[in-house]
């Protein structure tokens, strides 16, 4: 499948979103609100849940599934709120030595004079800081769209796995196409130039899994998810040097050798 095709499989409004892979794989899940300066951002939710027996804290950018949940939802656009909710989440994580699970699917933060009155950039960083530092385990699952830093700031963590027609990019296709070209026709093009699959994502060092999606939103899929889930989760709890791996994957990026 090209690149740009993949771009909009990605974006398909029957793809599983991160609250159907929230109430399909844990149990128990109880939803937090608000950031406790502002408001409460329905593109992001989250909050505490059990991955079998394992208490965790568990966040995700919500897209919704038709027009009506995708216009409440942003289209999965968080603002500043979303993000200082998922930071005051994580905290909350790292005080009761919860791990973390993040469902990500944007095509980024949302692109308002409100949100950035309210601090949109502070807030991506913010949450940067405090997740490349987090004492507890991260692991973030791409569902659909990862764009920006949008994505990121739900993104630094000691993995990130991608399903297989997820994307990953600094920008969108459309964007790039506009400002390398001046010519938004050209997005297939620049798909491919900005190497934003899986397959890209997992050859760079940048995803360390690649997810089948055979059967995707069936009752299969999501057990099989569950339990690779669980596995990784408990390996990465057991890891008495989770800090330093997470600053030295880090570190490595964009690394070549000659």
């Known amino acids: 499948m090209e690149a740009y095709e993949r771009v909009k499989t990605a974006r398909l409004s ?41 208490p965790v804290t568990v966040i995700g ?13 942003s289209f999965g656009a968080p ?12 905290k909350q994580a790292e005080k009761f030595s919860r791990p973390v699970i993040t ?68 920008i969108s296709p459309e964007g790039c196409a506009s400002i390398l070209w001046r010519d ?3 997005a297939a093009e620049a798909a491919d130039a900005l190497h934003l699959t899986a397959a890209d994502a997992l050859s760079f060092g940048i ?15 999501y057990a099989r998810l569950k339990d690779d889930m669980s596995g990784e989760i408990r390996g990465l709890m057991e890891d008495s040097s989770l800090l330093e791996r997470r600053y030295q994957r880090f570190r490595s990026f964009g690394r070549r050798t000659t």
């Not at 300066?37 to 593109?43: E, M």
């Not at 993000?83 to 005051?88: D, G, M, Q, S």
């Not at 009155?117 to 949450?127: H, L, P, V």
Request: glycine share 14%; charged share 25%; proline share 2%.
């Open 184 to 186: 938004g026709s050209k």
């Open 79 to 90: 603002e500043p709120e979303g993000y200082r909710k998922a930071l005051r989440l994580m």
């Open 207 to 221: 995803a360390d899994r690649i997810i089948s999606e055979e059967g995707i939103g069936t009752e299969d899929f």
């Open 61 to 73: 950018i919500e897209k919704g599934h038709t027009t009506a949940e995708r216009m409440e939802r």
């Open 103 to 170: 469902f990500v699917d944007t095509s980024g933060a949302y692109c308002g004079v409100g949100a950035e009155k309210r601090g949109q950039g502070q807030a991506i960083a913010e949450n940067l800081l405090t997740m490349s530092a987090l004492k507890v385990p991260v692991l973030t699952i791409l569902i659909g769209e990862g764009g920006s830093g949008g994505a990121l700031a739900l993104a630094l963590a000691d993995r990130l796995w991608m399903l297989e027609n997820a994307v990953y990019s600094v």
């Open 14 to 54: 029957s793809r599983p979103t991160a609250l159907d892979c929230i109430h399909s794989i844990f149990k128990g899940f109880i939803e937090f609100h608000g950031d406790r300066r502002h408001g409460d951002d329905k593109a992001v939710v989250g909050g505490i849940a059990w991955l079998g027996d394992i």
